[in-house]
């Protein structure tokens, strides 16, 4: 976040908050405020603080447990703690990184595409420097939105655990998060959400990471699937979960987290994070109900892990949408992301001849798309969205489609480099042995059930 870019569209702030909106952008906007301009001084409203702290707070609850658990339960028992220390020590990793050089990076001044080295290691922020939201006279703790921010870039980089799980060696899944971190994440979240980023300036809509986090993952780990190759017996006997309770409390936790994930990117604690908090309850609802629908008519009967995975697709459909679109528009946007993942992690997956562990890129990649696109339809006033008068829904579909292109294509970039590195440092794949005996006991001595 950075003081430099106004970031108001349609009537009101169409990005997450963070785009700063300075007060002369305020005024000019409202020329009635016009006369205050030179009164006017920055406040910490301690009711956004509070609800800044609670929402960095459920980030760091839908990655550890949630994620954990969710990853930990889908493995066989053999990989159980291998997935939990990856998405802990990942999510670790990067949030060092992040305030290394991270939020630097993608929030501080820099040019269309990344950010600069002005803030490199928190140079310059201190107990008293302030982060801005909407408006110029409430802001945040400087402190408080880079630990906001850090939470979403850790939680991204263990979402792609998934994808290659139960296969891939632990030093060069550390290597290439950092690479992917550093080439891949900073670049799309500055385009997204910095100050002068390509895509915020284009207009993209995407209210809490619809592109950055979610279809980032999803494409970062289905190069990782391809890289590493299918698991042994994959495709000729049956690789079920180990505990299917342990996923399905693992996504409750999410979805219990998500509200601050989504509804905590308004930065503030007003009628905008009350949208958001709505609409990511009805569309994770939409979501099970139509997933749990589709599996009634295929297969006779709903299952645990349906329901479960159709949270997430509900969750991550909303995301993009959950400050922008009304409550029946969030409802459609989850029914839709809840059906179109069924196929992804069904027909398409079998189209793509890929081993996605996890089912990475059939819900996060595939609802990351579906969300992104979808926003811009159901951010139209018509359709009880909050876009200004003039809004074009075709406009905004083709911006959100070049969006999710751009991402798809520098991501697969950065992610084939990284990966070809890491082979090339490390070697990617367990051996054999290793993988019939479970990463547990092969790379960190350990049974998750001692029997």
């Known amino acids: 976040m950075n003081a430099e870019l106004p970031a108001r569209r349609h009537g009101r702030p169409s990005m997450r908050a963070f785009a700063a909106l300075l007060l002369a952008g305020l005024a000019a906007s409202h020329p009635a405020l016009a006369g205050n301009a030179g009164v006017a001084t920055a406040t910490v409203d301690k009711g956004d603080v509070a609800w800044m702290l609670t929402s960095t707070l459920l980030v760091l609850l839908m990655t550890v447990p949630g994620l954990a658990l969710f990853y930990g339960g889908m493995v066989r028992s053999k990989n159980v703690l291998s997935v939990l220390i990856q998405v802990m020590l990942v999510f670790s990793v990067l949030v060092l990184l992040w305030v290394g050089y991270g939020y630097s990076l993608a929030f501080v001044g820099g040019n269309a595409v990344i950010g600069s080295f002005d803030k490199l290691f928190l140079r310059g922020v201190g107990i008293d420097s302030l982060a801005d939201t909407f408006t110029a006279t409430a802001?945040?703790?400087?402190?408080?939105?880079?630990?906001?921010?850090?939470?979403?870039?850790?939680?991204t980089g263990a979402l792609i655990v998934g994808a290659f799980a139960e296969r891939i060696r632990f030093s060069a899944l550390m290597l290439f998060a950092v690479l992917w971190f550093s080439f891949g994440y900073l670049p799309i979240a500055h385009m997204v959400w910095g100050p002068g980023g390509?895509?915020?300036?284009l207009g993209a809509l995407d209210f809490a990471g619809g592109t950055v986090?979610?279809?980032?993952?999803?494409?970062?780990?289905?190069?990782?699937?391809y890289f590493l190759g299918k698991r042994l017996g994959f495709g000729r006997e049956a690789i079920k979960p180990h505990n299917v309770t342990m996923t399905f409390v693992g996504a409750c936790l999410l979805w219990v987290g998500w509200f601050g994930f989504n509804a905590g990117s308004n930065l503030q604690a007003d009628a905008g994070a009350a949208l958001a908090f709505i609409n990511t309850l009805?569309?994770?609802?939409?979501?099970?109900?139509?997933?749990?629908?589709?599996?009634m008519f295929a297969k006779g009967k709903p299952s645990a892990l349906g329901v479960a995975s159709g949270a997430v697709?509900?969750?991550?459909?909303?995301?993009?949408?959950?400050?922008?679109?009304g409550p029946f528009g969030a409802i459609a946007i989850g029914a839709i992301a809840g059906v179109v993942c069924i196929w992804g992690v069904t027909g398409l997956k079998k189209m793509l001849r890929v081993d996605d562990s996890l089912d990475v890129f059939g819900v996060h990649g595939i609802g990351g798309i579906v969300g992104a696109l979808l926003t811009g339809v159901f951010h139209a006033p018509a359709l009880g969205g909050n876009g200004g008068e003039g809004y074009s829904i075709v406009t905004q579909v083709a911006i959100q489609g070049l969006a999710v292109l751009i991402t798809i294509g520098w991501i697969g970039v950065v992610s084939v480099a990284s990966f070809l590195i890491a082979r090339a440092v490390f070697g990617l794949r367990v051996s054999e042995e290793e993988e019939r005996e479970g990463l547990d006991i092969s790379c960190h001595g350990e049974s998750a059930y001692e029997i």
């Open 198 to 201: 390509y895509l915020l300036k």
């Open 313 to 325: 697709a509900g969750l991550v459909g909303v995301t993009p949408a959950a400050g922008l679109v």
């Open 282 to 295: 009805l569309a994770t609802a939409a979501a099970m109900v139509a997933w749990a629908m589709v599996e």
């Open 213 to 225: 986090v979610h279809v980032n993952a999803g494409v970062a780990g289905l190069v990782g699937a």
């Open 139 to 155: 802001k945040l703790p400087e402190y408080l939105f880079i630990a906001f921010q850090a939470t979403f870039a850790g939680i």
